[in-house]
């Protein structure tokens, strides 16, 4: 359930009518978003309580009956589809966007030969890591701020909008500092404080799901964030665990398109983590290019058997090109055909044209 | 280890060779593949041993080091692409192929309708279920026999081949009199006898994965059938279990991108009980398309909402004539690429020229 | 929905209800269990309709409103624990029993050195494949027909009942002349026509769950032996599939413990199969007698290094006896402080006095 | 590979041998474990590099080929088993330990309450949480410091030691200031940062498996809390994902048996989680006292139907009582099995005595 409040509502109003749920034993949350006050309520609300609210509280525009746990991130929310702005890039419908670097940020020359590839190939986005969380104590970590330096600094030569990814609350303001987009990594999708945190650093993020998160669970963790105020939120799947060891992870396309249909943030995919094998990336890009994602995100370096991380998953320079060209044909034909017929199925989940409420 | 007899080697001569085996304890297996007689062994062969086979046994013609525990179905033995013909429809390199129709066939009136969509569309094969395996004993269980020769009736009025499951050994024979193509069940995937009773049915087989194999349990799966004497196999990809509720199963593209490594069979995907949604089975008809698969398995219904068997997932008529007019969109860009660059890597599988062993 | 006739109802009866409901358009099968005529709806039935039955048709003796789809298998159906007797050994409340034996039956010493341990052990029953589904067309298949034999001869000298594997229907017969339980593989739990094929064979089935098989799944699975008319099922878990490689499955003791809550069947556990190693076998075994399981299955072997089969997880026949004093030793611990407290909450389940329904 | 310096060894000393082997390209790092500096290497050393260290750094005490990638949680850098010390309570071999508490402290009548029960019921450790990472932002969050301080308060009076959540870094010392140990939840197993920051704080620190951790990685974010100094480190198994949703998790008691193999380190399960339901609770914690675990972590709550956290899954504190009795009654019955045969099966593993590399 989600009150929403009049434009020009204080916080006192708010807490109002927090209080009035509170008489019922009904535990609410404010939160805040696109200028206005919400107050959010985990569960369900009686009909005659909801009217009550409507009669009796001025400051009550109108009572959204979201059933879902999730309230800002649904489709019931917001109907039509969100973009995402990063740097010049727009993400979302109508445009299929490439995000492709280094898993690990090395050197100077790594990242520049790197870079103008990505630029080479009509990729839209750099994206490189500088803290690296590993599995192990005993990996490479990353070179931390000196790797967001350089990242800034190749990125600002080749135009290029930038994603790296954050580790620790502690880290959100400089890594803000350096990049563009911030990428909250696959193991801390559930790190909620690490999602209040970066829900406040006004750059927009880069959520991962997490290896066995369900697509609730996802959302959840989206909902973190935009309750912290920034519905500037990507998706980006890569991959669950699975039972098969033949893939480092399993690629959960059917996922994409059903939380496609719950949510209107722009959701990407991630083909290098999702298989940790370099030859099957690029049929993987395709098909993600093919059911409608708004994007994906790809590892590449100029001599992946010498990577410091990754390096068995990560393509060629001359492979990001080939990919670039065939997610470009693929998508270019869709569209085509789309819009000869004026209508495609594939894109339907943007098409809904339910009543708005939050526009 | 795979020993190949030469050509018009006797059943004495395999006999020698298994004999000579079993002196060091190895236990080996006689197979037919294509008029010639082999010696499977499970395990490796010494250098040395295999060197004296060679030196001492004129019937051998060579012995293949395949490391796989699957032999005859492995690209070491078998290089290039293997193409598998069911009526005229030739499926493999250079074909997309829609198989579709009902889930279960429920009377003429409904198979007819729906096998004039699937002839419209272009389609190439039509399905439908006369023996049902469900999951309770007091579901549906389909027509049986009266459904094979509606089956049968029906396709040949429209010209399309046709595929149904079969669901024990005593009703092979029948199955296989009636329709074009005998399909196995995910469930059945490790039912060792039907895998051998219908290698010996003289028809192509469809080998749907298991909802928890491996792809070296599905590859050895095939290989029962192989080793029968049937290599006209299509493996076909409908969903893995996972932990999240939202899809009834997970599409596993990345094991289809993995296994098209690992084998020369044609590989298909089938969408519909990989989702059981419809709205999700489009988009991932375009994935299945844009990645290289050699065809996709689809669940259609005149009127899905009274289908007696899984109606939540089957599509409309009208739905599958845009799906087959999105996938071959998607498989046209690609070719047509393919060509303008000589060289295209999501079909880089099917152009490995290993040096062949068995052609 | 199940609707119990009188004794003493005919076909005629049964159908005449059939008749009514489909009338509804409603599909109901007939079962009989125990002597008596069920009519099975899968799905719920109107309270009016229900009230119709009663009034309108003698032959109805009352409607159980079972909601979930298993029926014959349901504490709603019957809510004391069933006993099922193999031999002289009784499985269920108030005994705790150990089936044990090799993976493989391979020769007559093998076997008669294992069922001596066996008996001196003080287990309940012996195991022994002869029928062996295999992964791999070309790993050893099993004995067939000579490896039953030997299996009647050396159990029958120790006293000791017997339980086989049956992997199809045509060997249904023989496997249930030479032996006393009819065990149905994890890989066949959804072969469905060995299901009704063994509910008609007259002997104990004990029916594994399936490596990806659901609580609701396996129920549904032992629903089919029911209603073929036999109700003499044990469950048995033996490990579901996990994305952990370390153990061959993962043993769900918490499935073990829910499915009880579900069903009067007896329940086993087989930590052989769940770990697929040695040394983790006698930790499961402990840990299946101390939550409350009616018994478990365990290969043994007297030279694991030397079986044809799964020899890495046969404990040797010293551990054997080892693991009976063992989980008889916690039995005991537990039934003596059930018995002091006159209550004990691991056994509730067996205790639950629901008003009983089909006695 | 782990190369262990002489006791007195330099930072320079360690910088020495890093530096050597930078010369061959191998990254290692520096760890300090019970008073001495260690040289950790990800991978293995060759033999001749090996010796050579050994004949030209005189500070290189012994060169440890360790093969697995943790290396200070493996048994084989400590064979014999591990005691953790949380108050006066010792948690390892030959005390099986009982750990209590409701999910979320709520107020000072319930922690008192429960704290009541949890004494009288003779358990160990008083368990609460006071920063509550929920999935959903609009979940109640826990009372934060001001719980931590009831917890204080109420532990203090009952000579209860104490464990609770922390949840991120910016807590840590807070937490460690009010209570005996630090519980890294499941959600945070792979949050680095965290990790190395509970290494440093000086108290025992209770590591929860991940949903979907494999041993490995399990063993590995362990590896991260010892590299930074602190052994006092305590495994605890709660359920993974499965594709079952009548549990919550699924309990990997295999799991637990097989990383007693691995590691020196205590390793307790956690019931309440893995079935989320508050009838499994007891079955499954006999199960872990019956196979060797060294101790249960449970929910409990004087009301559990009024619990603002995981009611479903909290059992009340009468059936806490009778639970410890049972866990107490089954490791009892074991011992004196294992004490009258002088070795016993179960606790193999904490009798391994190894030569020893790190007393």
């Known amino acids: 359930m989600l009150i929403m409040l009049r434009r020009g509502s204080t916080e006192q109003d708010a807490q109002q009518v927090i209080g009035h749920l509170a008489w019922g034993e009904m535990a609410a949350s404010q939160v805040r978003h696109r200028g206005r006050r919400l107050v959010c309520l985990e569960h369900a609300l009686a009909l005659e309580l909801q009217r009550w609210l409507q009669e009796n509280c001025p400051q009550v525009e109108r009572v959204l009956d979201i059933k879902t746990p999730y309230k800002l991130t649904s489709v019931e929310y917001q109907s039509h589809a969100s973009e995402v702005v990063?740097?010049?890039?727009?993400?979302?419908?109508?445009?299929?966007?490439?995000?492709?670097?280094?898993?690990?940020?090395?050197?100077?020359?790594?990242?520049?030969?790197?870079?103008?590839?990505?630029?080479?190939?009509?990729?839209?986005?750099?994206?490189?890591?500088?803290?690296?969380?590993?599995?192990?104590p005993y990996s490479f970590q990353g070179l931390g701020l000196e790797g967001l330096k350089l990242l800034q600094r190749v990125s600002r030569h080749y135009g290029l909008p930038t994603v790296t990814e954050v580790v620790d609350c502690a880290s959100v303001e400089v890594v803000a500092e350096y990049t563009d987009m911030l990428q909250v990594g696959a193991r801390n999708m559930q790190n909620f404080p690490l999602l209040h945190e970066v829900g406040r650093a006004g750059k927009p993020v880069l959520l991962k799901r997490g290896p066995s998160a369900t697509l609730q669970e996802w959302l959840l963790a989206a909902e973190y964030i935009l309750a912290a105020g920034n519905d500037q939120v990507i998706l980006c799947e890569r991959g669950i665990k699975s039972f098969d060891p033949t893939t480092r992870n399993c690629l959960d396309l059917g996922g994409v398109a059903a939380v496609r249909e719950k949510t209107h943030l722009p959701v990407i995919v991630d083909p290098s983590?999702?298989?940790?094998?370099?030859?099957?990336?690029?049929?993987?890009?395709l098909a993600a290019a093919a059911m409608g994602a708004n994007g994906i995100l790809v590892e590449c370096h100029p001599c992946p058997e010498q990577a410091l991380c990754d390096g068995a998953q990560s393509i060629t320079l001359p492979q990001l090109l080939e990919l670039v060209k065939g997610v470009q044909t693929v998508v270019a034909a869709l569209e085509e055909m789309h819009h000869s017929t004026e209508r495609h199925f594939a894109y339907s989940a943007q098409e809904r044209e339910l009543p708005s409420l939050a526009r």
């Open 273 to 285: 983590h999702a298989t940790g094998k370099r030859s099957l990336v690029s049929p993987l890009a």
């Open 86 to 136: 990063v740097g010049q890039v727009r993400i979302g419908p109508g445009h299929f966007c490439v995000m492709a670097g280094p898993c690990a940020i090395e050197s100077e020359d790594q990242l520049d030969r790197t870079a103008a590839a990505v630029k080479q190939a009509g990729a839209d986005i750099l994206r490189g890591g500088a803290f690296k969380p590993r599995t192990s």
